[in-house]
């Protein structure tokens, strides 16, 4: 989806605030809405569904409130969009029918023994054989589509040569359908003045994860 | 079930955005509320994951892997091969490491992180992503004048140094491996640690100092 997120070589956002303070959080609310997203999803929602419900957040909501209140935006669309619970019940904060389940309470130890299990792994076994190389040289596609896709504009029709294989992993733009299946993944390397011209440094790179599906024989 | 329609999550963002107070903290008391309601969160839970994100899961563990990567040359080579086997060894398994990719700096080389297309980022090990990370200058910016920025955060580079910029935009995550000070033969790998900033394993930070202990 050619959408406000695909933020990547657009002009006009200014300096980066470079003196943040350090802490982990920078309001309560960070935190809470942080851990929900850790502990409660939507049955049977996919990482890559959330991302495109993420993306579909209105371009003023997505570029100047606070970056976490777009999370909870999401996490709400998600909920309410997956039945969890419906527009009346969050505006009365009143469930109107029985729970949905019952969380104990775990304490911090239970927290972080519960977080190392969390290492998602996205590679799966495939049986075609990957159609590139390392080394080789690759064309990505020139346009996108409207769904949830990975190849940013930026990326798009430039020649890059694969750097390395990395297994078949679920294929985002499907995954965000609900159709979880795997395909050849590799990381693709692009010198800069490919991407952005002569005023680039020759000695530059900017690498991408891309999928089959997005690339081409160069 | 997920409808993985986005005309109904258009209408829904639209209702949420006329609808939802405008104040955030009290959106996302809004949805702890329903969420305790429902009984699918604990509000106490909440404190502790609070707690353990504030506490334990931070940029500390990822100093440690680069101290002990400074140290270890095995380790090392174990953690540029396969980097989520490395940290989960640690005990530093946890979101977004089941892909973990570490990219060394050299003399004339520099590695740097972002996701383009939203936040992407080594949770288990770096803990929160700063904010400046999510942002659309940072997002935007890095990968098309990524000297530019860096400059921004004091890193000084040659033209004659290679700047790779990596966009996160599969499941793979990375950790750069900043190079070690000099002067700091001998000391042990929490020391070294203790020399090893967040922003230079996001690449936002080069020359790390000796000094400080």
């Known amino acids: 989806m050619d959408g406000i997120h695909d933020l990547g070589g ?44 993420r993306e579909l957040v209105g371009k003023d909501d997505y570029l100047d409130r606070p970056y976490f209140d777009s999370w909870a935006q999401t996490h709400i669309a998600s ?21 949905l389940g019952q969380v104990d309470e775990i304490d911090y130890d239970g927290v972080l023994a519960l977080n190392n299990t969390m290492a998602f792994r996205f590679d799966r076994p495939v049986e075609t054989t990957p159609k590139f190389t390392a080394g080789q040289s690759v064309v990505t596609n020139t346009s996108g589509h409207a769904g949830h896709t990975r190849l940013p504009e930026y990326a798009r029709g430039k020649t890059g040569v694969i750097l390395s294989y990395r297994d078949a992993h679920i294929f985002a733009d499907d995954s965000a359908k609900g159709d979880e299946w795997a395909q050849h993944l590799y990381t693709v390397s692009f010198q800069a003045t490919e991407l952005w011209g002569e005023d680039a440094n020759p000695k530059d790179s900017v690498s991408l994860d891309l999928w089959e599906d997005y690339l081409n024989a160069g | 079930m997920p409808s993985f329609d986005a005309k109904k999550i258009t209408k829904i963002h639209q209702h949420l955005h006329s609808h939802l107070p405008s104040d955030t903290a009290l959106r996302v008391k809004a949805l702890e509320t329903i969420l305790v309601e429902k009984g699918l969160v604990n509000s106490e839970s909440i404190d502790r994951w609070v707690e353990v994100y504030a506490d334990d899961i931070g940029p500390k563990r ?14 090392k080579a174990r953690l540029l091969e396969d980097g989520s086997k490395a940290v ?32 992407c980022y080594p949770f288990s090990i770096l803990g929160m992503a700063p904010n400046w990370y999510k942002t659309a200058a940072y997002r935007s910016r890095v990968v098309r004048e990524p000297r530019a920025v860096l400059a921004e955060f004091g890193v000084k580079l040659s033209e004659d140094t ?16 900043p190079e070690r000070p000099v002067g700091t033969d001998g000391l042990s790998v929490d020391e070294l640690a203790k020399l090893v900033t967040r922003n230079s394993m996001i690449g936002t930070d080069r020359d790390l100092k000796a000094g400080g202990i």
């Open chain 1, 10 to 53: 657009k002009l006009g956002y200014g300096p980066v605030d470079v003196n943040e303070p350090e802490e982990p959080f920078h309001a309560d609310y960070e935190g809470r809405i942080w851990a929900m997203t850790r502990t409660a999803k939507a049955p049977n929602i996919t990482i890559d569904w959330w991302r495109h419900i």
């Open chain 1, 79 to 99: 909920m309410i969009d997956g039945g969890v619970f419906t527009f009346a019940e969050l505006e009365n904060g009143k469930s109107e029918t029985a729970p």
């Open chain 2, 62 to 75: 990822g100093a440690h892997v680069v101290a002990r990567a400074w140290t270890d040359s095995a380790f």
């Open chain 2, 88 to 119: 989960d060894a640690m005990g530093y398994g946890g979101p977004a490491s089941g892909h973990l990719k570490a990219v060394e700096n050299t003399p004339d080389s520099h590695n740097v992180v972002v996701c383009t297309l939203c936040s």
């Open chain 2, 162 to 177: 290679a700047v790779h910029v990596w966009d996160s935009t599969a499941e793979l995550r990375y950790l750069v491996i």
